[in-house]
C-alpha cells in the first residue's frame, strides 16, 4: 500500500526557517515524481515544487524560487522541502503527492496519491 506521511510543519516567524519531510512507504522513490503542494484556507492548491523519479528534474514556483530547496533520500524513503526565509504568505497546509511520472510536474491533477498535509503558519 502506497503511502506517504508528512511532517515538519509548525509555527514560526517571518524570515524563518522549516523543513518539511515527506515519508514514502510501500514503493520506490526512484520510480515516482513527488511534488510539494500548498492550499491556503479559500485558495486553490498550488504546486509549489516537484523533483523528477531519479532527480534529475526539479523545479519550483515563481514564489518560492530562490527560497525553498527540494531534495530527496532513496535510502531513507524521503523527499524534504527546505523552506528559508519564510513569509507570511507562505502560510498554508503542504502536501506531498507521487505519481510514476518521467517528469516532474507542478500540477495537482497529475499525482494519485497525497499524504494527509501538515500545517505551516508564518507569523510574528
Known amino acids: 500500500q502506497l503511502q506517504l506521511v508528512e511532517s515538519g510543519g509548525g509555527l514560526v516567524q517571518p524570515g524563518g526557517s522549516l523543513r518539511l519531510s515527506c515519508v514514502a512507504s510501500?514503493?520506490?522513490?526512484?520510480?515516482?515524481?513527488i511534488g510539494w503542494f500548498r492550499q491556503a484556507p479559500g485558495n486553490v492548491r498550488e504546486g509549489v515544487s516537484c523533483?523528477?523519479?531519479?532527480?534529475?528534474?526539479?523545479n519550483y514556483a515563481d514564489s518560492v524560487k530562490g527560497r525553498f530547496t527540494i531534495s530527496k533520500d532513496n535510502a531513507k524513503h524521503t523527499v524534504y522541502l527546505q523552506m528559508n526565509s519564510l513569509k507570511p504568505e507562505d502560510t498554508a497546509v503542504y502536501y506531498c503527492?507521487?505519481?510514476?511520472?518521467?517528469?516532474?510536474?507542478?500540477?495537482?491533477?497529475?499525482?494519485?496519491?497525497w499524504g494527509q498535509g501538515t500545517q505551516v503558519t508564518v507569523s510574528s
Open positions: 523533483i523528477s523519479s531519479l532527480g534529475g528534474a526539479i
Open positions: 503527492a507521487a505519481e510514476g511520472l518521467p517528469y516532474c510536474s507542478g500540477s495537482y491533477h497529475l499525482y494519485a496519491y
Open positions: 510501500g514503493f520506490n522513490l526512484d520510480h515516482y515524481a
